[in-house]
């Protein structure tokens, strides 16, 4: 079979036992190997082609593509990953200032002659970061923020991010706080809530 030739080829075994230690290598061979004989054997079974087969285990991996996305589950996602996908409701956490727009120690190195060119273009990526996450949701978007971060046993005093103004969102600035509970009280609400939906 050709998937014979192509293995020979490339020399995928050989590569796997250069790569690796041997038992972690034999056993990557061993379910290339296992691949290779269903293949086969799906071939033999149904009299199908390489184009046939090709085109049978494409719809089989888009079949179990579509099953996953439709199950009801929550995914996490940096921003940078999110670009192209959309979700029905999307929370974006931290939208604060020094998270989003991100500020670090890159920040700090900076030459001073140059440092508030290299902040305008950092603030401008970030907004089109920030423009990426917000275009994600289909139905709802959520954005969070603290009003203290803990850092090395300090804590600091956190500020919304200025994008929050600047997309006309500075209503949700005036809302209270969320009250911070007790794991206990926190506990007792989530077991509340799961008795009354079963």
């Known amino acids: 079979m050709i998937l014979d030739d ?6 995928y075994e050989r590569y796997l036992y250069d790569m690796l230690d041997e038992k972690p290598a034999q056993s990557r061979w061993q379910n290339v190997l296992e691949l290779v004989g269903w ?50 409701h999307v929370y974006l956490l931290g939208v604060e200032e020094g998270l989003l727009p991100h500020m670090g120690r890159d920040d ?4 001073p002659a140059k440092v508030s060119d290299a902040l ?17 949701a289909q139905r709802s978007l959520h954005l969070s923020w603290c009003q203290k971060r803990r850092r090395a046993r300090e804590d600091l005093v956190r500020e919304p991010s200025r994008f929050i103004e600047e997309m006309g969102l500075s209503t949700a ?4 706080p969320v009250e911070t509970m007790s794991p206990k009280s926190r506990l007792d609400a989530l077991k509340a809530m799961l008795n009354k939906s079963g």
């Open 173 to 176: 600035l005036d809302q209270k």
């Open 108 to 111: 700090e190195d900076l030459d």
């Open 39 to 88: 293949l086969k054997r799906k071939a033999e079974a149904d009299a199908m082609g390489l184009l046939d087969l090709v085109q049978h285990v494409a719809l089989v991996t888009m079949l179990e593509r579509s099953e996953e996305q439709d199950q009801d589950a929550v995914k996490l996602s940096t921003l940078h990953a999110s670009k192209g996908l959309e979700y029905p």
């Open 120 to 136: 305008a273009l950092r603030v401008q990526e970030e907004r089109r970061l920030m423009y990426v996450g917000i275009t994600r």
């Open 6 to 11: 192509l293995l020979g080829a490339i020399q």
